[in-house]
């Protein structure tokens, strides 16, 4: 199954590893330490140029990814729940 998470831009439920609120985690040093090193990294993916709510952390194959979206960590959980749409 596929969560879509904006703009076009769908994810693997199996790849999943976390779903954050960016207003709540980013206040914490580890968040933005991990957030500052995928972005050096090339791991941050953008799914939109609006203000971002909420970001997947996602691991396939070894390869971990992080995914920056518009739409709430609730919306995403609630799409989760209802079959990724």
Known sequence: MYLHIGNNY????????AIFDI??????????LLLERAEKEHKCVYTTYEMPKSFIITM????????????SAS??????EIGGF
Do not use: A, C, F, P
């Not at 769908?10 to 590893?17: A, G, H």
């Not at 396939?60 to 739409?71: A, F, P």
């Open 75 to 80: 919306t995403l959980r609630k799409r989760l």
């Open 10 to 17: 769908s994810v693997d439920t199996r790849d999943i590893v």
């Open 60 to 71: 396939k194959n070894g390869r971990e990814r992080v995914y920056i979206s518009q739409l």
């Open 23 to 32: 207003e709540n985690t980013t206040v914490g040093k580890s968040t933005k």
